[in-house]
């Protein structure tokens, strides 16, 4: 577990330097800034709420694409309840309407046995169809000033790490360390010491919560007796039948509490990262938290990982597009690693491959002096799609993932 | 040769009548959560849905969905999940407008060609969920939502910058207008002959005999030839197909850029027989509304085919709400309950009749 940490945190050094350079070279100051951390982060969370939502699920057993209609009801009960009662129990309301979601998964798949996926993309077309039809109904009952927007809500309140990165605490103002040597405009350090800042300073509440979910559902899931009965409803439900384990109920558990975390997200969009609810908040989120599941291989880890390099992407696409733009050199750099990699195991069919994809970026990078509008908003998607392909093969899904599971072995 | 039985013909209508029920339930305690009734609301969209102007729109709002429905379900019975027909068929639509009105060919080529052009390029961006699924493992069901995502910013870049015919001072950013020899006829000549009179609004898009045509060519590949058995034997078992000599990734590949190439048509009907260029305006949705037709329709031609008519039928007849005050968009709710309700009624009566059998069964062996 130790060397695996002191890998990540060589890794991660090591693409904070590589960014650095490219800032340097691009001038793309966004790239490594305080701002552009902390919205990486702040877009992080619901899509690895989701990620972990999905992981409860698909660790008993329940192939979860329904996660995306869940944040979509996460997100309007989050914006219903939390104009009018305050964004806490509109988080606790987004929360139970995830959960609701949830439930309807959890009686179509585990109850009836329906085929997980076709449950979960009705469950999609369902989330977004009610929740359009609800926001009409309040927009013509004229507590909703537009069919597709909610009021907006009080902010959830904010804190930093103290001595660090500011904050305050039973009115002392602590001061504010990695933001001083961000302003430093030193190469590298500023840059490491700005990304620290924006990922540990000005943190929602709500944040703190999904940090601490991480230890908790490791926890949960791989030390407690229930995680082990959930979990052996994934890999091997009849075995875990016969020992006595009530594998329907560990399912519904599964998700049940996948419904929550995956609500809680979209709750977090609405409330958190936004001030309101919106028609097509979620865009998509739910399905990259399940491809961060699976880049993270089913594990807690892995899945902060995986949230992590897609809410980069997403927030470097909300921000600006030269830093977008400069993403494109990041492409180059990974791929021509990729190329090296290639040529020393004697790969030359799959260098050559590769090397053309890397001559291809690097050109469209010095032919495009801005990327246009439309094509910015499509990174967090194509980098979902670019890193899966790079990391999907080294999967270990839990065995008795998305099968149908009866009492007594019937089909 | 199975036998009749009247059994047999009850479990089969079952599940629909069981899910009809429930969806009717559920959709008036919709209404009845706004405060209207919901025997006010059925009648209302019985009587607006049912006359000529509201048929007409309901075929064509139901023929896109038939074909990418169609789409769907050769990946259904692949054993995978396109679910990215709404992305294909939206580049298709958009290629097919864009490419073919840059030549004249005759009339009944040229629509040809540019079904070729956007079976191609839907076919294409298929095959790149193909490709990573085969090559690199990665789940189609992820890759095509994302590549829809991608479809979607891809084409309002290209209309906005390259493909806008810009000899137009419109509002509406639009691709140059198709010449009359790629515009398809609608059918309202055929229908005056039948006695139907010309409604307000236009008439039925040509497209509907092609889609029609197209449910017959899609049962009879599947079920009557060899690349729809092994099509359906790497759908239903991998490991026996394999075995059997079937290469299951190759055949992973081809279901996808056939579904890919047949939802690229489903853009079609409404640009080649209506507006004859494709706009900012082009429907969104189908795609996913068409996942649902598929799965009512139990991936059957005739199946998709009433779905598909249903759902037209809800989604036009519902407009009549309005005037009642009540939200059209009710109709999504019908079709959503609709939806799930009957995918469970299927499953329930399909475990049933597995308990039948083994009774049955156990019978004939004590006998």
């Known amino acids: 577990m130790k060397v695996k940490t002191l890998k990540t945190l060589r890794y991660a050094t090591m693409l904070v330097f590589v960014l650095a350079v490219i800032r340097q070279i691009t001038g793309a100051s966004d790239l490594t800034s305080v701002g552009t951390a902390s919205a990486a982060l702040l877009l992080s969370v619901p899509i690895f709420l989701a990620g972990l939502g999905g992981l409860f699920s698909e660790r008993a057993g329940v192939v979860n694409i329904g996660l995306e209609g869940m944040m979509i009801m996460g997100a309007w009960a989050g914006g219903m309840i939390g104009y009018k009662h305050g964004p806490w129990l509109g988080l606790v309301a987004a929360v139970i309407f995830g959960g609701l979601g949830a439930l309807l998964h959890a009686i179509a798949t585990i109850t009836f046995g329906v085929d997980h996926v076709v449950s979960g993309v009705a469950i999609n077309i369902i989330a977004a169809g009610l929740v359009r039809y609800l926001s009409t109904i309040l927009y013509k009952s004229g507590s909703w000033l537009g069919p597709s927007q909610s009021p907006d809500a009080q902010s959830i309140s904010t804190n930093g790490l103290p001595v660090l990165s500011g904050g305050k605490y039973f009115g002392w103002k602590s001061p504010d360390f990695l933001n001083y040597v961000a302003e430093k405009h030193w190469f590298f350090i500023s840059d490491a010491a700005a990304i620290l800042r924006g990922i540990t300073g000005d943190l929602s509440y709500v944040t703190v919560v999904a940090v601490i979910l991480i230890p908790l559902s490791l926890f949960i899931l791989w030390k407690t007796s229930f995680g082990l009965r959930l979990r052996s409803a994934g890999e091997a439900p009849i075995a875990a039948e016969s020992l006595g384990v009530n594998v329907y109920l560990m399912k519904y558990a599964g998700v049940l509490i996948s419904g929550a975390l995956a609500g809680l997200g979209g709750g977090f969009l609405a409330l958190v990262a936004a001030n309101h609810y919106q028609e097509n908040q979620v865009a998509g989120r739910g399905y990259i938290g399940l491809a961060a599941l699976l880049f993270g291989n089913y594990r807690p880890g892995g899945i902060l990982l995986g949230a992590g390099l897609f809410g980069f992407a997403d927030a470097l696409q909300l921000r600006d597009s030269a830093s977008v733009h400069a993403l494109i050199l990041l492409i180059v750099f990974v791929l021509s690693v990729l190329v090296v990699r290639d040529l020393r195991k004697k790969n030359f069919k799959k260098a050559a491959l590769t090397m053309v994809f890397a001559a291809l970026s690097l050109w469209y990078f010095l032919a495009v002096k801005e990327l246009p509008g439309q094509l910015v908003t499509m990174t967090p998607y194509i980098a979902t799609l670019l890193i899966m392909s790079l990391a999907s093969q080294r999967l270990r899904m839990p065995a008795a993932d998305g099968i149908p599971y009866r009492r007594g072995g019937l089909r | ?367």
Not at chain 2, 85 to 113: D, K, N, S
Not at chain 2, 148 to 167: C, E, K
Not at chain 2, 224 to 245: D, H, K, Q, W, Y
């Open chain 2, 1 to 367: 040769m199975k036998k009749f039985k009247l059994s047999n013909v009850i479990l089969a209508i079952a599940a629909p009548v069981a899910a009809a029920v429930v969806s009717i339930v559920i959709s008036s305690v919709a209404v009845l959560a706004s405060h209207k009734s919901p025997k006010d609301a059925y009648t209302t969209m019985w009587e607006f849905g049912t006359t000529s102007a509201s048929l007409m729109q309901m075929l064509n709002t139901a023929t896109p969905y038939y074909i990418a429905a169609i789409a769907i379900a050769i990946t259904f019975r692949a054993g995978l999940f396109n679910i990215g027909v709404e992305g294909q068929l939206r580049l298709g639509a958009m290629f097919g407008a864009y490419l073919g009105a840059m030549f004249v060919l005759p009339p009944v080529i040229h629509v040809i060609a540019i079904m070729i052009i956007s079976m191609t390029v839907g076919g294409l961006w298929a095959a790149i969920a193909g490709y990573l699924k085969v090559k690199r493992g990665v789940s189609e069901v992820i890759s095509t939502i994302m590549l829809n995502s991608l479809a979607g910013g891809l084409s309002s870049y290209l209309l906005a910058t390259y493909f806008v015919d810009r000899t137009t001072d419109s509002n509406n950013m639009s691709t140059k207008m198709l010449p009359a020899s790629a515009q398809i006829p609608d059918l309202m000549p055929l229908l005056n002959k039948l006695g139907v009179e010309n409604q307000p609004g236009g008439g039925v898009y040509g497209m509907l005999i092609f889609a029609i045509v197209l449910g017959g060519i899609f049962w009879f590949v599947i079920n009557r030839t060899r690349f729809g058995f092994e099509l359906r034997a790497s759908g239903s078992n991998p490991i026996a197909a394999r075995v059997s000599g079937v290469n299951s990734k190759r055949m992973t590949f081809v279901a996808l850029a056939v579904s890919g190439a047949v939802a690229g048509l489903a853009g079609l009907p409404a640009v080649l027989g209506d507006t004859h260029q494709f706009n900012m305006g082009f429907r969104t949705g189908i795609g996913f509304s068409a996942i649902a037709v598929a799965l009512l329709g139990r991936n059957n031609p005739v199946g998709m085919g009433i779905s598909a008519l249903l759902f037209g039928f809800l989604e036009v007849s519902s407009r009549s709400l309005e005037l009642i005050d009540i939200a059209p968009e009710t109709y999504v709710i019908m079709q959503g309950s609709i939806l799930l309700s009957s995918v469970i009624a299927y499953e329930v009566v399909r475990r049933y009749k597995i308990t039948l059998q083994s009774k049955e069964l156990a019978k004939a062996v004590e006998a």
